[in-house]
């Protein structure tokens, strides 16, 4: 029933969402990793499909989105920001009503979906060649992956804390990629690795470090 044209950039569109999903269900897990059990799945349904809802239109204005000057850089230090502040967060805070940390949750789940998908969102416009059918469709097959995917790390989180730090790097190593692929730091760079790999370290090292230490001097001011 569908042309082969159809399919083939159908299966591309999946393709990337399964590829660049993974930073996606790393943010989720970090935004509801302090949230009750019975929380999470909600946090997890309603982060996901605000995400995709704003990813779809997002999409749809990818060709103006290209257009924007600075774009990618902008993005990319919001997500330094964004990763910090996952790992920085105040894990002893059970006070706080869970009405409040769900909306916050949620909240981190859009904010860094948008964020991180602005190479997504370019991506699939290139894959779709202006279908927007093919974009919708796209977004909803990768919908169950990203979800389940989130629940998985989840899981793992809850038994090895220490992966906070990794999902934190992960999600700064993506900041990092955004930044050096803006025009302005690509020509400044050039094809100077060196450089390349160390504004890569200065970004992962400066999250992990600065996040460690802000974690490290709560719990001490808790203690006190």
């Known amino acids: 029933m569908f042309e082969s044209e159809f399919i083939i950039a159908l299966l591309s569109i999946i393709a990337i969402d399964i590829v660049l999903g993974g930073d996606n269900a790393i943010v989720i897990a970090l935004a509801s990793r302090n949230l009750p ?16 809802a704003v990813r779809v239109i997002l999409t749809i204005l990818a060709v103006y989105l290209l257009k924007i000057p600075y774009l990618m850089l902008i993005g ?41 998908g602005l ?12 279908n927007i059918l093919l974009v919708i469709i796209g977004l909803l ?24 730090y990794i999902g934190s790097g992960i999600l ?7 930044i050096t692929e803006e025009k302005l730091i690509h020509n400044w760079i050039g094809h ?8 890569y370290l200065f970004i992962i090292g400066g999250v992990l470090f600065t996040g460690w230490l802000t974690k490290r001097m709560k719990t001490r001011e808790s203690m006190n």
């Open 37 to 52: 059990v019975h929380q999470r799945n909600k946090a997890i349904l309603l982060g996901t499909g605000l995400a995709i």
């Open 76 to 116: 990319g230090v919001l997500l330094v920001y964004i990763a910090y502040n996952l790992l920085a967060e105040d894990s002893g805070e059970a006070d706080i009503k869970a009405g409040t940390t769900l909306r916050e949750a949620v909240k981190t789940i859009v904010m860094a979906d948008i964020v991180m």
């Open 119 to 130: 190479d997504n969102v370019l991506a699939i416009a290139g894959a779709a060649h202006g």
């Open 141 to 164: 097959v990768s919908v169950p992956i990203i979800i389940w995917g989130s629940k998985l790390i989840l899981h793992f989180m809850e038994r090895f804390p220490a992966l906070v």
């Open 172 to 178: 700064a190593f993506t900041a990092a990629k955004m």
């Open 192 to 199: 100077n690795e060196f450089m390349a790999y160390m504004l």
